[in-house]
C-alpha cells in the first residue's frame, strides 16, 4: 500500500501483532492516545474532509459531542492527569480558530478563545473538495475555495 498504516508492533522482537487502522484513500492525520493507558483511541484521516475514525469505544460519545462544535478539524490539544477535561481545537476553513474546555462528564464544551480573532469581522468562504479522475485510474482530490 502506499498509504500509512498505524499498527502495534510486539516489544520483544518487532513483529506486527495487529493493524489498528488503514484507509486505502489517505494517509492517517493524527493519533488520539490516551496519556493515562497509552490506549489508542482515534485516528484521522483527511481525504476530502478530516475525518475522526474512533478506536476506543470509551470516547465514541465525546467525539460525537465535539463534532456538535462546528465544522473543521477537531484536535484534543491537552488532557488533565484523569482525563475528565480536555483541551480542544477546532479549526474550521471559514472562521478563526476555535480552542474549547470540554467536560467528558457533562459533554459540554466552553469557548475559551478564538486563535484570530480579527476574522470574525470578514465573512470567509468555506473550501470544497472536488475528485478529479486521472488518466491512470487514480483519484486526484483538490479543494477550491470560490
Known amino acids: 500500500s502506499d498509504t500509512t ?6 516489544a ?3 513483529t506486527e501483532v495487529k493493524q489498528l487502522h488503514h484507509d486505502p484513500r489517505c494517509d492517517i492525520d493524527d493519533v488520539f492516545i490516551s496519556d493515562k493507558d497509552h490506549t489508542v483511541e482515534a485516528v484521522v484521516v483527511d481525504y476530502d474532509k ?6 476506543e469505544e470509551s470516547i465514541r460519545a465525546d467525539i ?5 462544535l462546528g465544522d473543521g478539524k477537531i484536535n484534543i490539544v491537552s488532557r488533565s492527569h484523569d482525563e475528565e477535561k480536555w ?10 480558530p476555535k480552542f474549547f474546555l470540554y467536560s467528558r462528564s457533562t459533554k459540554s464544551a466552553q469557548l475559551l478563545f ?3 480573532p480579527e476574522l470574525e469581522k470578514f465573512t470567509l468562504v468555506r473550501m470544497s473538495s472536488h475528485k478529479i479522475p486521472t488518466s491512470d485510474g487514480e483519484t486526484l482530490v483538490g479543494f477550491l475555495t470560490l
Open 50 to 55: 478530516p475525518e475522526i475514525v474512533v478506536l
Open 12 to 14: 520483544s522482537d518487532g
Open 5 to 10: 498504516r498505524l499498527i502495534l508492533l510486539s
Open 64 to 68: 460525537e459531542a465535539l463534532k456538535k
Open 87 to 96: 483541551m480542544v481545537s477546532l479549526m474550521p476553513d471559514n472562521s478563526s
Open 114 to 116: 478564538l486563535a484570530r
